[in-house]
C-alpha cells in the first residue's frame, strides 16, 4: 500500500468512508486555515464525516468539514462549515483531476490530524465507490475474520 503518514494527533476521522469507498491511493494534504480554527482542531473538535474534496480551477478544496468556532475567539471567528483551500503539488492536483474526470473516481478525505512538526493536514484518497453487493460481501468477510479469531482463541 501506501506509505504511512506522520500522524501525532489525530483529530477527525471518517470511518464511513472505508465502508462506502474501496481506497485505491492516499495523499496528505495541507489544510489553509485560519487561527481560530487551528487552536479548535487542536482541542480536538472537528467533523470530517459529511465532508468532500472538490477540484475547482485547478485548485483542491475540502467542502463542508465542519470546525467549530474557537470558543475564546472574538468577533473574529471563523464560519465552521467554510471551502478550505488544500495544499498540494501541481503534479498531485492532476493526478487527482484526471482520476477524478477520466476514470470517475471520488476524493474522499479520510482523516485530518496533526503531524510531528505541529502542521494540520488532511489525508485524502483517490476512491471507487462500492456497490451494494460489495458492501455485503466486505461485511460477510470482516463477520468471518471475527470468527476466525474467536475459534482460533478458543480451540487454539
Do not use: C
Not at 15 to 26: D, H, I, T
Not at 53 to 70: F, K, M, Q, R, S
Amino acid at each position: 500500500m501506501s506509505k504511512a503518514f506522520n500522524k501525532v494527533k489525530v483529530v477527525a476521522d471518517n470511518r464511513r468512508a472505508f465502508y462506502e469507498y474501496s481506497v485505491e491511493e492516499r495523499f496528505e494534504a495541507g489544510i489553509a486555515l485560519k487561527g481560530t480554527e487551528v487552536k479548535s482542531l487542536r482541542n480536538g473538535e472537528a467533523n470530517i464525516a459529511e465532508s468532500y474534496v472538490g477540484v475547482d480551477e485547478g485548485e483542491v478544496w475540502l467542502v463542508n468539514a465542519h470546525i467549530p468556532e474557537y470558543s475564546h475567539g472574538n468577533r473574529m471567528n471563523h464560519d465552521p462549515r467554510r471551502r478550505r483551500k488544500l495544499l498540494l503539488h501541481a503534479r498531485e492536483i492532476n493526478k487527482l483531476f484526471g482520476a477524478v474526470n477520466r476514470q470517475g473516481m471520488t476524493i474522499v478525505p479520510l482523516s485530518m490530524y496533526f503531524n510531528g512538526e505541529g502542521k494540520a493536514k488532511l489525508e485524502i484518497a483517490l476512491a471507487k465507490g462500492k456497490k451494494a453487493h460489495d458492501k455485503r460481501a466486505a461485511i460477510k468477510e470482516r463477520d468471518w475474520k471475527r470468527e476466525q479469531g474467536r475459534i482460533l482463541r478458543n480451540h487454539g
